[in-house]
């Protein structure tokens, strides 16, 4: 369950405090475990290594957020903006990325098994040492169809 202090700071206060908040405790452990962050405009935020389990995320703005190492599994990732974020090594086993937008986003070593990536655009995507095992990978924007 989600840390409810930690949940008002993200969603009260602007990501550069937050930001500069993981800067000064970067071995605390972050749980955001179930939260509703759908919507949310996170831009550029330092996630890594932070617990999303089942995290609603869905329609967020994630755009060049640090979610290295980051635990997303059954997150709800439908529709968000993951453009240029930093996925690398991250567990999205069985998390939903349908209609995501992935463009440019590194999702290096990162575990995808049973994912949904239906319709997400993975253009630019690093996916280098992935591990897939989806069958949902139906209408996801070929890789080379990106121009």
């Not at 996170?42 to 979610?67: K, P, T, V």
């Not at 980051?70 to 968000?80: E, H, K, V």
């Not at 319709?119 to 169809?145: F, K, V, Y």
Request: aromatic share 4%.
């Amino acid at each position: 369950m989600a840390n409810q202090q930690t949940l008002e700071f993200i969603k009260l206060q602007p990501v550069d405090k937050w930001n500069l908040f993981r800067l000064e405790h970067p071995d605390e452990a972050i749980d955001l475990s179930g939260a509703d962050l759908s919507e949310t405009n996170l831009g550029g935020i330092n996630l890594f290594r932070a617990d999303l389990s089942g995290a609603d995320l869905s329609e967020a703005d994630l755009w060049e957020a640090n979610l290295s190492g980051a635990y997303l599994m059954g997150a709800n990732l439908s529709d968000a903006n993951l453009a240029r974020a930093d996925l690398s090594y991250a567990d999205l086993s069985s998390a939903n990325l349908s209609d995501a937008a992935l463009r440019d986003a590194s999702l290096r070593g990162a575990l995808l098994t049973h994912a949904n990536l239906s319709r997400s655009d993975l253009c630019g995507a690093n996916l280098r040492e992935a591990i897939i095992t989806s069958d949902q990978l139906n209408q996801a924007q070929p890789l080379d169809d990106c121009l």
